[in-house]
């Protein structure tokens, strides 16, 4: 049972490129969420989707996209990174209505 | 707009001694308020829920709608509960879920 999956778990760009952070999911879960884990600032939600074909803002959304692709996977793309984006990246998923979030391992980006 | 107010970005205890992780509060529904840990290495993870009303290694974790708080507790530390805890709150159902900035417990031997 893999639960929550992200790749690439590691990345290293440079200022102004591009990448697409994937995330899966193999639980049947309805929502699902992005966030940024930074010293001091806590975790921070980027977006996140409440039902397939829906995404919504969070408090951190500036310089990112998402795409809720299927039911299955949530994806977060940084069209032109910048130094300010090096961070953690947590996928997560709902585990049912009380709210419960069940955690992918993280995706560490440095832009240089 | 929910909002979650960890005070304490440390906390250095010696093993054997309470613990108290303090957790605060803004919400003007009906929040559904959780704790999550980190241990090193490892992914976030539930540690226990206000609606359960359970205890977690020894962890328990009151929710006070006077004082809008949701503190962590543990009788009596021990050195694997060193870790990063997070209070989170929920809108409910589906909705987004709000994070504190962390505590780092340290439990010294």
């Known amino acids: 049972n893999a639960g929550v999956t992200q790749t690439p778990k590691f990345q290293v760009l440079k200022t102004g490129q591009s990448m697409t952070l994937q995330c899966a999911q193999d639980?049947?879960?309805?929502?699902m969420y992005w966030y940024r884990q930074d010293p001091g600032m806590g975790l921070r939600l980027i977006y996140y989707?409440?039902?397939?074909?829906?995404?919504d803002k969070g408090e951190v959304p500036n310089g990112y996209n998402v795409s809720r692709l299927n039911k299955r996977e949530f994806s977060l793309r940084l069209e032109s990174a910048a130094p300010s984006q090096t961070s953690v990246y947590f996928c997560?998923?709902?585990?049912?209505?009380?709210?419960?979030?069940?955690f992918g391992e993280g995706s560490r980006l440095t832009v240089l | 707009a929910q909002r979650v107010t960890q005070p304490e970005k440390l906390l250095s205890v010696f093993k054997g001694a309470p613990v108290e992780l303090k957790c605060n509060y803004s919400?003007?529904?009906?929040?559904?308020l959780f704790w999550y840990v980190q241990y090193s290495r490892q992914r976030l993870q539930l540690l226990l829920r206000?609606?359960s009303r359970e205890s977690i290694k020894g962890f328990t974790a009151d929710l006070n709608k006077g004082e809008t708080s949701f503190h962590l507790k543990k009788p009596f530390a021990q050195e694997e509960d060193s870790a990063m805890y997070y209070c989170?709150?929920?809108?409910?159902?589906?909705?987004?879920?709000?994070f504190g900035i962390g505590t780092k417990l340290q439990v010294i031997p």
């Open positions: 997560a998923s709902v585990v049912g209505p009380t709210g419960e979030l069940f």
């Open positions: 639980m049947n879960h309805n929502s």
């Open positions: 989707s409440a039902s397939e074909g829906t995404t």
């Open positions: 919400y003007s529904g009906s929040p559904e």
């Open positions: 206000h609606i």
């Open positions: 989170a709150l929920s809108s409910g159902g589906y909705q987004k879920v709000t």
